[in-house]
Nanobody
Framework: QLVESGGGSVQAGGSLRLSCAAS????????MGWFRQTPGKEREFVAA??WSGSTQYAESVKGRFIISGRNFLQMYKLRPEDTAVYYC????????????????????WGQGTQVTVSS
């Protein structure tokens, strides 16, 4: 089970830190990812980290978002277009060498946390 927290409302340029608490199933050896979704749109890849620490970020967040400690997403210089429900997820396959970036690779999802950025 995954539970996200840390979402909220901020003004453009602000920062938020999202947390992903894991319980139940094993999470060591698995990549963890962050996705976001807005109404009417597909879930969008934000960032992910492999079990070995390799990371990948969407171009839209590169240089502004950072995965830390596998369970946190630090978001800086937030923009109105970052407004979305943010989800953390666990890779469905252990010990994957490449960074998974598509939702279909992940089999365990949190309930999401809302991030709203006002201009």
């Amino acid at each position: 089970q995954l539970v996200e927290s840390g979402g909220g409302s901020v003004q453009a340029g602000g920062s938020l830190r999202l947390s992903c608490a894991a319980s139940g199933r094993s999470f060591s050896g698995y990549a963890m990812g962050w996705f976001r979704q807005t109404p009417g749109k597909e879930r969008e890849f934000v960032a992910a980290v492999t079990w070995s620490g390799s990371t990948q970020y969407a171009e839209s967040v590169k240089g502004r978002f950072i995965i830390s400690g596998r369970n946190f997403l630090q978001m800086y210089k937030l923009r109105p277009e970052d407004t979305a429900v943010y989800y953390c997820a666990r890779d469905g396959r252990p010990w994957r060498s490449e960074v998974p970036t598509e939702p279909r690779f992940f089999d365990t999802w949190g309930q999401g946390t809302q991030v709203t950025v006002s201009s």
